[in-house]
């Protein structure tokens, strides 16, 4: 039985990692979060000690580091901007680390994070559950599988309809999220490279506050793809459903269903890591250079090959007062 810490408590994800700690059969000891509205530690660890101040969770943390209760890994949950201090507060007391994605926000940053890992002899784990999906896992296989030189149309689009809070929490602050394709795309990005191959051209056509869209060129694909958090963007038959999210991914124009099984990626990611199998920096650095591109890119807008649901209509920052 592996000893756990939570950074990032009473985050939307939080208790996956934590259902993930119960389920492989491990015990968290220790958790922390500013924010206080953790009572889903009840369902899980309602014995783990609890902190609101880094400081004190630094101190409780190295106080078990020279007892029979030292942690063996510490797993992140915490704001996007904050993971690779947060990692490197993980190695340095001893312990691997588990971190959500996206694991850090500049290709750099895994850079010096490979430096730490060094100087202290522990591993950092990214959360990369889409490559645990069994419909993934076949997809890969069937393109393996297939003639060594054909490429495939794919198109990938995921809607996620947010409401004003989005753009008062630190998610729609870019300098904290990254922006919509770091923090909702780059799970999507890692599957695509993961099981198409590496990017050779990386266009942004459209990004914005609410959606970005873009086309890859990768070894065994060309990729549409399409992100939004505006609920306008719904195609009509998901809206006339009363529906909030939208997830589609299409090769040839045949859809792959991938929608459900999602529940159990973080217990099954969590399983990986503890046999010897997680996903380390390396793995994480495709993406992470992705979405630092698209961030950086200037879009061209509606031109060449595009993910039609680019073209719904733009809309204003909801606190734009002109």
């Known amino acids: 039985m592996k000893n756990f810490a939570l950074i990032g408590a009473a985050g939307y994800i939080a208790p ?26 009840d369902s899980h660890f309602p014995d783990a000690d609890f902190f609101t101040e880094f400081e004190r969770f630094d101190r409780h943390i190295e106080k078990l ?4 209760k030292k942690i063996d890994y510490v797993s992140i949950c915490s704001p996007n901007y904050l993971h690779d201090s947060h990692i490197r507060f993980g190695l340095r007391v001893g312990a691997n680390v588990i971190c959500e994605k996206p694991l850090v926000l500049n290709p ?25 999906h069994s419909s993934i896992i076949a997809l890969k296989k069937k393109i393996e599988e297939g ?24 998610k729609g602050d870019v300098s904290k999220s990254g922006g919509i394709a770091t923090n909702i795309g780059v799970h999507f990005y890692d599957m695509l490279t993961w099981v198409f191959g590496a990017v ?19 070894e ?18 998901v809206k006339a459903k009363g529906g909030r999210t939208y997830r589609s991914l299409t090769m040839e124009g045949t859809e792959i269903e991938f929608s459900d099984g999602f529940t159990e990626l973080h217990t099954h990611s969590y399983q990986h890591v503890l046999d010897g199998k997680g996903f380390g920096l390396e793995e994480a650095r495709p993406s992470i ?32 007062t002109t």
């Open 147 to 170: 003639p060594a030189d054909k490429i495939y149309d794919v198109d990938l689009a995921y809607i996620t309809s947010r409401g004003h809070w989005y753009y008062t929490s630190w």
């Open 16 to 41: 996956r990692h934590m259902k993930a700690v119960k389920d492989t059969g491990n015990v968290l000891l220790a958790a922390y979060d500013k924010f206080d509205s953790v009572g889903v530690m």
């Open 220 to 237: 065994r694909a060309r990729v549409r793809w399409f992100l939004s958090i505006n609920a306008d963007t719904l195609p009509d038959a």
């Open 65 to 68: 580091k020279r007892t029979d």
């Open 200 to 218: 050779k051209k990386n266009v942004v056509h459209v990004h914005t506050h609410d959606r970005a869209s873009g086309y890859f060129e990768l």
């Open 289 to 320: 250079e992705i979405v630092q591109h698209i961030r950086h890119a200037e879009p061209i807008g509606l031109k060449g090959d595009y993910h039609p649901l680019a073209k719904s209509p733009l809309a204003k920052h909801p606190f734009t």
């Open 108 to 132: 750099w940053n895994i850079d010096a994070l490979s430096e730490v890992e060094k100087e202290h002899g522990t591993r950092v784990y990214n959360i990369l559950q889409l490559r645990l």
